[in-house]
């Protein structure tokens, strides 16, 4: 089995900075995309940054400059460093990683349970 626990949500005020972290555990052969992903109140759930195993890095454009995605593949962890925030980034945030179990041949995208932040003054 495999589970993705997130933290580091929260209430922030505009301009201010939160960082999420995303641990997979379990029996985890290999992990490639790490990605980060939000939902408003009302809206569909977006891609927000995305990690591949190759090192590279995507960003929506609505959060270019101010999100940084990274990770550390020996803790199988991903990280979303996010600056300058605006009342607009207020969702709850999912992390989704893409791996594959020990003894099978196939990828899977596993979600975390999500965490809420809140921009507001």
């Known amino acids: 089995q495999v589970q993705l626990v997130e933290s580091g949500g929260g209430l922030v005020q505009p301009g201010g900075s939160l960082r999420l972290s995303c641990a997979a555990s379990?029996?985890?052969?290999?992990?490639?995309?790490m990605d980060w992903y939000r939902q408003a109140p009302g809206k569909q759930r977006e891609l927000v940054a995305r990690?591949?195993?190759?090192?590279?890095?995507n960003y929506a454009d609505s959060v270019k400059g101010r999100f940084t995605i990274s990770r550390d593949n020996a803790k199988n962890t991903v990280y979303l460093q996010m600056n300058s925030l605006k009342p607009e980034d207020t969702a709850v945030y999912y992390c989704?990683?893409?791996?594959?179990?020990?003894?099978?041949?196939?990828?899977?995208?596993?979600w975390g349970q999500g965490t809420q932040v809140t921009v507001s003054s």
């Open positions: 989704n990683v893409r791996l594959a179990v020990r003894g099978s041949i196939t990828w899977d995208n596993y």
């Open positions: 379990g029996s985890i052969a290999s992990i490639t995309n």
């Open positions: 990690s591949t195993r190759s090192g590279s890095t």
